[in-house]
């Protein structure tokens, strides 16, 4: 699934690579590459994503050590990607204390991601079905323990509630029409009031 990174909106474009800071990894947490995550109410550490909470960003890579270096767990398959390529780990109950395992977060608000959408779309009133067609808010499915797909069930249109989702939306993704392009919009630098 994941949230694909697919670039950078408004001035300079992409701008090349992808930005991040390194956060350590919450105690017994389960963290993917291309999942929603906040820290503010794990003492500062990364932890999963709630729907209509400020977040953090989303993560790009996973490191290990002080080093951060990069880190992917599982076999890797030349040339393809597949289930045995696994980006994902689950930290130890001590992880904020020895420190092991990093995330690499995208916390800006211009980075645009394609998001895998739960159900369908065009379901809840005023979601965008046809390529060209924005607008609205969502939040990422945490009532399902998907961090790394938005919930159809929570687009919204109405004003009060689009200021509280986790991301506005761009449109239908051109590439995969059964998916939405997002960016962040309700982030943990700037939540909203």
Do not use: C
Not at 86 to 107: E, G, M, P, R
Request: charged share 15%; glycine share 16%.
């Amino acid at each position: 699934m994941s949230l694909d990174y697919k670039g950078k909106q408004g001035k300079g474009g992409d701008g090349g690579g992808l930005p991040g800071e390194w956060v350590v990894i919450g105690n017994s947490k389960t963290i993917a590459v291309g999942e929603a995550v906040l820290s503010y109410s794990n003492s500062g550490s990364v932890t999963n994503g709630g729907a209509g909470l400020p977040l953090l960003g989303v993560v790009n890579a996973l490191g290990k050590g002080s080093g951060k270096l990069p880190s992917v767990q599982g076999g890797h398959t030349a040339g393809s990607v597949n289930a045995s390529d696994t980006t994902s780990i689950t930290t130890a109950a001590d992880n904020t204390t020895t420190l092991l395992w990093w995330a690499l977060v995208d916390t800006s608000r211009d980075s645009v991601y394609s998001a895998q959408v739960s159900g369908t779309l065009g379901t809840t009133a005023g979601s965008p079905t046809v390529v060209g067609f924005r607008g609205g808010a969502i939040d990422i499915d945490s009532a399902n323990t998907n961090y790394d797909r938005v919930l159809e069930t929570t687009h919204t249109v109405t004003v009060g509630d689009m200021d509280d989702a986790n991301f506005s939306v761009i449109g239908v993704d051109p590439q995969a029409t059964g998916r939405l392009l997002v960016h962040l919009s309700n982030t943990e630098d700037n939540p909203s009031a």
